[in-house]
């Protein structure tokens, strides 16, 4: 799609292509929850694939994992078409959202199972049981049962057991989202060490737009079983293709209007509200402007071409430690929010009272503009 | 004041409740031990006579009353019993089994209807289902023997074994199969080491509970029992039919014992896991 951000080195690991699949809602009808979806993951890459609850996300892990097959479409693991290949066949493996660990299982035979059911020697076995659990952190608990480990504990496992097969694409479905905030913290970076480490793909199932920034080398951005756009965490905040990646990701306000050309072009907006903008912009075309916290600041004193002006009312100060959000609402009734750089400028804000009417000034070169065509609604 | 007339009454409940359940039992375990021959209800001494009276031992209480020549027809009922309840058993338990994990993996039309037949078989009135196993057999010309038992026995005790592992099943998280599946393992793999280890308490249970009432059917095996498959329960009936003799208590009282050890069993196995 528009905007792919170049894969990993080498070839890739998992394609999919044109994947469509429909489910039948129990109160009839159907649900698309795939639409033409197609991407491609390369060996060593951590791709995220993001979007809100009810996107498609979790199927299409479930499609590659082959829990579930595609109506139409094909899905390719290292070029071997995926088609009627059933799930134990398939050289991926999951972590899942509720972990699923054997519950009758002691910690070391729920990871050797992968090695046992296909058959490695006993050996070996014992050899690379100690091996993974030494890998996740977990020397020491072999003997545990699953329901004598906390959250924490219980993850690693999961991916203990999950890595031992080595497979050629790790999918993670969610797999930090019953770990309390702290933890799911540390998991995050401890995750991405691993990921380094083993060198193989992990593709990794989140709503969580800032897990989905720490992590990824890619994010797949879904919404409504369709990809929105797929970019390295970079490129999606800074260049989102559509107004939803743009909502989605990180903070901003987005005005939507028509460009008006000249020596000072601008974006108007329906209420009236004029936003300078960069200069070689086609007038006349529908463009959504992000205006991002970080991009406002105080206006200079002096007039300057290169800035654009908004005047907005504070209505609250926030202080965040290092930062200072403030929280203003323009004449239009839009909010916008402003995290200015403390010293300089900046300061003037740091000292406005709620109520006060702020000019703000942001680079006009800087805020993204999206066409109106790509939002594909 | 009151509270404590309330809880005084309450006790006295709790104790009449257990009387009135277990009186009867306990009266016919004693009974089984006291050597008066003419009357139980008269206590003349401690005796284990009844018991060798049962097992076709000659003793001083028996040589007149002698019931030593039904020795032999007693143990051939026990057997027929017992072969009854483990042919019953292994076949509505693996039916049963089976059954569940059928309608707990798929979802088909009619699913709740045909949830509702499973559960009927319990709720027919006995005599309703022996009559109609009865009739069933005949027109078909089957003969009566401990086959027709074992059939009849099946037709409701699959439902009692579904019943048991579908509640057993209905705690058992769906992603457990599917990380097994995940990890390599085929489907018998799977069922073998993930689903049975889940499941067993509950077909274990559903196993033990269809021994026992197949045990002591009387109702319906009393329809569709042949001349030469007569069952313990049966036996005992016909005893029962002769005049109420002492050696009853002692035959009720090793049947009480033998499904304490089931029960016992079942328990043991079910906390070991």
Request: proline letters at 5%; aromatic letters at 8%; glycine letters at 10%.
């Amino acid at each position: 799609m528009r905007d792919a951000g170049s894969p990993g080195s080498g070839s890739p690991v998992a394609e999919v292509f044109d994947a469509v699949k429909r489910f039948t809602a129990p109160e009839g009808g159907t649900v698309t929850a795939l639409d033409q979806v197609s991407l491609a993951v390369s060996a060593g890459e951590f791709v995220t694939l993001l979007g809100p609850s009810g996107c498609g996300k979790t199927t299409l892990l479930r499609c590659i994992s082959g829990f579930e097959d595609l109506d139409s479409g094909e899905v390719r693991i290292d070029g071997t078409p995926m088609t009627g290949v059933p799930a134990q066949h398939r050289p991926v493996n999951t972590v899942f959202q509720t972990y699923a660990l054997f519950p009758h299982l002691r910690v070391e035979a729920n990871v050797a199972y992968g090695l046992e059911v296909t058959g490695v020697p006993r050996r070996e076995r014992v050899e690379r049981v100690a091996q993974a659990l030494e890998q996740v952190g977990l020397q020491g608990l072999e003997r545990r049962k699953p329901d004598q480990l906390s959250g924490g504990q219980r993850q690693r496992v999961a991916l203990a057991r999950a890595i031992i097969n080595r497979p050629a694409l790790l999918l993670l479905d969610e797999p930090l989202s019953a770990l309390d905030r702290n933890l799911r913290h540390s998991m995050q970076l401890e995750l991405k060490t691993l990921q380094h480490e083993l060198g193989i793909c992990f593709l990794f199932v989140t709503h969580d737009q800032e897990e989905a920034l720490t992590m990824s080398d890619r994010i797949v951005v879904l919404n409504h079983g369709r990809i929105e756009q797929i970019g390295t965490p970079e490129q999606l905040y800074h260049t989102p293709a559509t107004t939803f990646v743009a909502e989605f990701i990180g903070d901003g306000a987005l005005f939507s209007g028509t460009v008006e050309g000249g020596p000072d072009p601008a974006i108007v907006t329906g209420d009236g509200l004029r936003l300078t903008i960069r200069d070689g912009v086609p007038a006349g075309r529908r463009m959504t402007m992000l205006l991002r916290p970080e991009q406002l600041d105080a206006a200079p004193a002096a007039a300057d071409p290169a800035f654009g002006i908004v005047e907005a009312t504070l209505e609250q100060s926030v202080f965040y430690g290092a930062t200072r959000q403030l929280v203003c609402r323009l004449a239009s009734g839009a909010a916008l929010t402003v995290t200015p750089s403390p010293g300089g400028e900046g300061d003037r804000l740091y000292r406005a009272e709620p109520g006060d009417l702020l000019r703000l000034a942001y680079r006009r070169a800087e805020p993204h503009l999206i066409e109106e065509a790509h939002d594909g609604g | 004041m009151k509270l404590r007339l309330a809880r005084r009454l309450f006790g006295a409940y709790g104790v009449l409740f257990l009387v009135f359940v277990y009186a009867p039992i306990v009266m016919i375990v004693a009974f089984s031990f006291n050597s008066n021959p003419i009357n139980m209800m008269v206590w003349s001494g401690f005796t284990f006579d009844w018991y060798w009276t049962i097992l076709g031992y000659p003793t001083e209480l028996n040589e007149d009353t002698l019931y030593v020549e039904s020795t032999d027809q007693l143990l051939a009922a026990v057997k027929n019993s017992l072969i009854v309840a483990a042919f019953t058993t292994t076949i509505s338990t693996v039916l049963g089994t089976m059954t569940a994990l059928a309608l707990f993996r798929y979802r088909f039309r009619a699913q709740r209807f045909y949830q509702g037949l499973l559960y009927m078989p319990m709720v027919m009135p006995d005599i309703v289902l022996g009559i109609a196993l009865l009739v069933f057999f005949v027109s078909i010309g089957m003969s009566l023997g401990l086959y027709s038992i074992i059939i009849g026995h099946c037709t409701f005790l699959i439902s009692y074994v579904f019943v048991v592992v579908s509640a057993r099943l209905a705690g058992m998280d769906n992603t457990l199969e599917e990380a097994s599946a995940d990890l390599g393992a085929n489907e018998w793999v799977t069922f073998r080491r993930v689903t049975l280890p889940h499941i067993a308490p509950g077909v274990v249970g559903g196993a033990l509970l269809a021994f026992i009432i197949s045990m002591d059917d009387l109702v319906i095996t009393y329809f569709i029992a042949g001349v030469d498959s007569t069952t313990l329960p049966l036996f005992i009936y016909g005893m029962l039919r002769r005049g109420v003799k002492p050696e009853i208590n002692a035959i009720a009282t090793l049947m009480l014992l033998f499904t304490f050890i089931i029960a016992s069993l079942g328990l043991y196995l079910r906390r070991r896991s």
